[in-house]
């Protein structure tokens, strides 16, 4: 989405600081990794930071504005309408990857979740993680493209076992 590791960061900085809202949020270590939730019936960003989200855009990537709106958009169209837990973010310091802490975060995660009654649901950007998110009882549910066509975006889903 973004040309420069500073565009990343500020979009990162922006989209995390709205979902912190939620107490949903994990960490492992000395934030080592950490998984962002959205609770049921929630969206990542606030009406308020929403608002802001084109104008964002439109400075941090200028000429590519409307085909990064449009990958937004593929997002939050599939997204299922009923009830669930929305994993918004799953990070890894990039040091520490290969230890097993995200997905042991996310197993973690997962039992709390399943206490609740309530699904959860992702977006796998990487193929290589798809079979980690269904060894944790996900299923691939559908899958769309990014606008440029270069790659394909898994969506998952995890009933309550």
């Not at 989209?15 to 934030?31: A, K, N």
Request: hydrophobic share 35%; glycine share 10%.
């Amino acid at each position: 989405m973004f040309p420069d590791f500073a565009g990343l960061e500020s979009w990162w900085r922006f989209f995390v600081g709205s979902v912190l809202r939620f107490p949903c949020t994990e960490i492992v270590g000395d934030y080592a990794a950490a998984a962002v939730w959205c609770p049921p019936g929630e969206d990542e960003l606030s009406e308020e930071d929403d608002a802001r989200v084109e104008g964002l855009v439109a400075e941090l990537v200028g000429p590519r504005t409307a085909e990064v709106l449009e990958l937004l958009h593929r997002f939050e169209e599939v997204r299922p309408k009923d009830p669930h837990y929305y994993l918004s973010l799953l990070g890894i310091d990039p040091a520490r990857r290969g230890e097993g802490l995200g997905m042991g975060l996310l197993a973690q995660s997962l039992e709390a979740k399943d206490a609740n009654g309530v699904p959860t649901y992702l977006e796998s950007s990487n193929p290589l993680n798809n079979g980690r998110y269904e060894r944790l009882g996900y299923r691939q549910i559908g899958e769309f493209t990014t606008p440029d066509g270069k790659h394909t975006v898994t969506t998952m889903w995890r009933a309550v076992p």
